[in-house]
């Protein structure tokens, strides 16, 4: 595993050597490289030092052209413009490059050299309620998150912060009790995902509607919260219970996802249950927290209701009940203080910002998040219909998660049949397989391709289209290679420095250099539609080489055809290996 140096880092070093060998006045400066459309990179930085030292850009710039040595990287210098250089590499440079990443299992990405521990709070959601596009979201992103700080060489720890505790357990629990059968199934061992989610969204709705009208029930309701609390055998049993039934139908959308979530890493709210006490103790003691009008809360100065009064935190109720933030302050002790958390990350609604900012400050001040630990919040905006609303069904319910999933699936099955129709290349278990493939891969593509803050509309037709930026697009240049390379048949992909490059072979070869600075990027600003911007434009550059360049033309000299099976390898090795840290497959044939 070597960590291959991208061509701009190389440029950039050769530019700052230089600039310092020509005006040793300058100190260190920066040459401000970029990409750009006249040349392969463009320097600006000359332009802000000629003014620092009061000198001629374009007079300095030739003297740093002039102190650039011979090598068999740069291939042309041009000093343009008020003093900007355009800076050509040689078709060597490139090959060379791209070569030294083919022979690296990791492409030539690097380790972080200081990596840390990262907790990552994502795919939340809350038991016995039915998932929503809301946790679509946090798990989607969260997974890829996940991926590409692994891949960088972070310590990442899962952490899935479920909601399985609150008030409402006390009227499930209660009812249960006095409807003992109601979560019982014929074939106790095998209960699907399905089935348990439509006896838990049974028994929630019956309990619901005992407790708004019974009051005796209401009140039997309230002493089983007390009793749950207390830590009672029997109601922590049936706790249980419903945390298990919730967990079947969790694993079984999380499944559909394509996605793993391991049992040791889900911790929700219960999981914090035996520090609440202390927690409050603490911010109590050290005056972080203090009581009004009963409850144990915190102030902030900017943090004011619609009436000019202030919002506090609050930690516990004035009926002694904790609520969500007293978990959260607890959570954020056990990873920093137990788990040896230096960044914390929680991939949550935007709607919940104003509850993180809260509780982050509060840490603060406690000590909880010391200087050199980092909290996050990954915030994510809106699924919308394609009216642009809150996506809802059309009776204005919240969609079901799952009916989502199955809708793409169908729908991508579709996509693959359609064009396989006159090839007829697939089987029929080929064409349900990939249909799984290109529909879980197109509702995580368009989640991930925009940017998390952003609201996105939900529009299956659009995200499974062939053209334009979805991931079936993605998976189709990636098959498309695959089937050349199955058509090569004896020929071996192989770089080929001394060959000269057409200019898309150059365009792809410096897109492809560039995976490595990408990955870097996203890992440090937890963006993760850059990588699908990235891949995008992979794919798009991979399609203008087909229309310059054939691969396998009879008219190509061998070394060329060598050489282009190298670069389409490349790029296939890319893609799959981006697609693979967003959680998109890339099956072989499509
Ligand atoms: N269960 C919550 C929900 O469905 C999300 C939990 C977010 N994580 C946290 N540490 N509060 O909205």
């Known amino acids: 595993m070597a960590s291959v140096p991208s061509l701009a880092s190389d440029v950039q070093q050769r530019l700052a050597n230089a600039l310092t060998a020509a005006l040793p006045d300058a100190g260190s400066a920066d040459p401000l490289l970029r990409r750009s459309d006249r040349a392969d990179f463009q320097a600006n930085g000359i332009l802000a030092l000629a003014k620092k030292l009061k000198g001629n850009p ?48 990791r492409l030539g990405v690097p380790f972080d050299e200081h990596p840390g521990t990262t907790v990552i709070d994502y795919a939340q959601p809350n038991v016995a309620k039915e998932m929503h596009v809301g946790h679509l979201r946090s798990a989607v992103i969260g997974a890829a998150m996940t991926e590409i700080l692994e891949f960088t060489g972070e310590k990442v720890i899962r952490r899935h912060h479920i909601g399985d505790w609150g008030t409402q357990f006390g009227m499930l629990i209660q009812y249960l009790i006095e409807h003992p059968h109601e979560l019982d199934h014929k074939d106790g061992d095998d209960v699907s995902g399905e089935e348990a989610m439509t006896s838990l969204n049974r028994l929630y709705k019956a309990s619901r509607t005992l407790f708004d009208s019974d009051k005796e029930f209401k009140a039997r309701a309230r002493d089983r919260v007390v009793a749950l609390q207390a830590g009672d055998p029997e109601t922590r049993a049936l706790w249980q219970r419903f945390v298990d039934e919730s967990k079947i139908y969790f694993y079984s959308v999380f ?28 911010l109590e003691e050290s005056g972080v927290a203090v009581r009004s009008e009963g409850a144990l809360c915190v102030f902030f100065d900017d943090v004011k209701g619609p009436d000019g009064q202030p919002t506090p935190l609050i930690v516990r109720k004035s009926n002694g009940g904790y609520g969500y933030a007293a978990t959260d302050l607890s959570a954020i ?29 509060t840490a603060r001040r406690a000590g909880w998040l010391k200087d050199g630990v980092q909290a996050v919040q990954l915030a994510f905006g809106t699924v919308l219909g394609a009216d642009g609303k809150p996506f809802k069904t059309r009776e204005g319910e919240t969609v079901r998660l799952v009916d989502l ?8 099955t579709d996509v693959v049949r359609s064009k396989d129709e006159n090839r007829g290349e697939l089987s029929e278990a080929e064409i349900a397989e990939r249909g799984e493939q290109v529909g879980i891969g197109a509702i995580k593509y368009a989640d991930l391709s ?21 991931s079936v697009y993605l998976q189709y240049a990636y098959a498309r290679i695959q089937s050349i390379k199955r058509r ?10 001394e060959l000269e490059l057409a200019p898309a072979e150059r365009a792809l070869g410096l897109h492809l250099d560039r995976f490595a600075e990408t990955i870097a990027e996203v890992a440090a600003a937890y963006e993760p539609h850059k990588l699908a911007a990235y891949l995008y434009q992979l794919a798009s550059h991979l399609t203008k080489f ?27 090795r890319t893609l799959h290996q981006g697609m693979a840290l967003l959680g998109i497959r890339t099956p072989e044939r499509l």
């Open 58 to 105: 374009r007079e300095l710039a030739t003297r740093v052209v002039d102190a650039i040595g011979a090598n068999d990287v740069l291939k042309e210098i041009e000093v343009s413009g008020p003093g900007f250089l355009n800076i050509t590499l040689t078709d060597r440079a490139i090959i060379s490059t791209l070569a030294a990443r083919a022979a690296d299992d």
């Open 255 to 282: 499944d559909k996802l394509d996605m793993e979530i391991r049992d040791p890493d889900i911790v929700g709210e219960s999981g914090y249950n035996d520090m609440l006490d202390e927690t409050c103790r603490i």
């Open 333 to 361: 002790r056990d990873r920093v203080l137990t788990l040896g958390a230096d960044t914390l990350i929680y991939v949550v609604d935007a709607r919940q910002s104003l509850h993180f900012k809260m509780v982050f400050e």
């Open 405 to 412: 999933l199955d809708e793409a699936v169908r729908h991508a």
């Open 450 to 470: 925009t940017s998390a803050t952003r609201d996105y509309r939900f529009d299956l037709e659009q995200m499974v289209s062939l053209n334009g930026d979805t």
């Open 488 to 497: 090569a048949a004896g020929t071996r992909p192989q770089a080929h420095p």
């Open 546 to 572: 087909y229309d310059q360049c054939q691969v396998l033309s009879e008219e190509n000299a061998p070394e060329v055809v060598e050489n282009r099976l190298f670069l389409i390898d490349l790029t296939a």
